[in-house]
């Protein structure tokens, strides 16, 4: 009996197989509460692939890079913010030199140490493509998109803006008006132009228009975003095409085309009224714009004016509605009809005060004493005023010194 009990665990631990680590760690805990016999079914086991974000990588190798003092741009140099100013143009020279380099954000772009920070600006030499600094930058090495808002007077990289744009359309902007429209000179004129410009410009991000003058070798682009406006500028100054040539990347003017003009009024209008659409409540919106299925029927009933099988357009219901609204607070802004303190008396009570006439002046009128006397019981006396001596006051004094 002794030799059976000692084999007797052994079978036990044959039917429960030994968990791998590996496996149980995606499987749920109730699964090994169950009973052996539905262990042995096939169990699904799901597997969570989590991509890590990729480091952004260096541009530009950092042994080549020589701190040597800006170029002169300007007549004066700015020892407090290292650069030169006082210039209004860009040297016609310097303007005709390539790029050095050119940003890939397909293999360029990723964190840094500005993705912890809210709020940061993104990098001036990652756009130009000579960052070598990598995920140890302080700024942003990825495109803008319609979630980074910054203040009106810096651009999306952290420059201030001025009053006014410079004579050459060049420089950080004005922040006096959003401008998102890129003027590209020296263009390389092609058969396929047209092409071209927009398939190197929407590498920056969504292009909302792009125009191209063939004759001239001038496009002009819009972005449907400021920010990704501002990146293009930097990325695309004295870049090249699928030529050989050097473009010239300015801030386009103000389109004196009345088209032109309402397109971006009514582009300011929606904008306008998409911030108040997320400003206020969905089920107002619907209403509003129509899309309630009670306002709907609401306005099929009310609306009618008592017509049958009429349905009046929207025209005519916003005016009916914006005239009852207005009926509506006229009313509110009049005073509501109070119960005086002191109401006017029977026309019984106040016969015998009437018939004196005016002959009964006092401090109170006629209706006041008979209010009066309607609330006491008629327990209020009057005392008739002293007469007064008729005719103008005579003697009462002259200009003589002698009185």
Request: glycine share 6%.
């Amino acid at each position: 009996m002794a030799d059976t009990a000692v084999a007797d665990p052994p079978q036990t631990t044959e039917s429960t197989p030994t968990p791998n680590p590996d496996e149980t760690a995606l499987v749920p805990q109730q699964q090994s509460e169950e009973a052996p016999a539905e262990t042995d079914a096939p169990q699904k086991k799901t597997k969570i692939i989590r991509r890590k974000k990729r480091p952004a990588r260096p541009q530009v190798d950092p042994a080549t890079i020589k701190s040597e003092p800006p170029a002169q741009t300007g007549t004066i140099f700015n020892i407090w913010y290292n650069k030169w100013s006082g210039g209004d143009r860009e040297d016609k020279y310097l303007s005709k030199h390539a790029a050095p380099s050119r940003c890939n954000v397909a293999k360029d772009s990723g964190y840094t140490r500005a993705d912890k920070v809210p709020g940061s600006y993104f990098c001036l030499f990652f756009a130009r493509g000579v960052c070598p600094r990598g995920h140890e930058c302080e700024y942003l090495h990825r495109l803008p998109t319609i979630h980074d808002i910054f203040s009106p007077n810096v651009d999306s990289f952290g420059r201030e803006k001025f009053s006014d744009y410079r004579d050459d359309m060049g420089g950080v902007g004005s922040f006096m008006r959003q401008n998102r429209t890129l003027y590209i000179g020296r263009i390389h004129v092609s058969d396929d132009i047209e092409e071209v410009v927009a398939r190197h410009f929407a590498e920056w991000g969504e292009v909302e228009r792009t125009r191209v003058l063939t004759a001239r070798g001038v496009a002009f682009v819009t972005y449907t975003n400021l920010a990704n406006a501002e990146f293009a500028k930097e990325a695309m100054a004295h870049q090249s095409l699928d030529h050989s040539e050097i473009l010239n990347v300015r801030w386009a003017t103000v389109d004196p085309n009345p088209l032109a003009q309402k397109r971006e009024a009514r582009r300011l209008e929606e904008q306008a009224a998409e911030a108040v659409r997320r400003a206020l409540p969905a089920e107002f919106v619907a209403e509003l714009e129509g899309r309630d299925p009670e306002a709907r029927k609401k306005k099929k009933i009310e609306g009618s004016f008592g017509l049958q099988g009429y349905e009046p357009p929207d025209e005519v219901w916003y005016t009916r509605t914006k005239q009852l609204e207005d009926a509506r607070g006229q009313e509110q802004l009049e005073a509501p009809d109070q119960r005086l303190m002191i109401e006017p008396g029977s026309s019984s009570s106040a016969a015998p005060v009437a018939a004196q006439g005016p002959s009964s002046a006092g401090i109170f009128s006629s209706s006041t004493v008979a209010a009066l006397r309607g609330m006491s019981g008629g327990n209020v006396t009057t005392q008739a005023a002293p007469q007064s001596s008729g005719g103008p006051l005579v003697a009462y004094g002259s200009d003589d010194d002698s009185d």
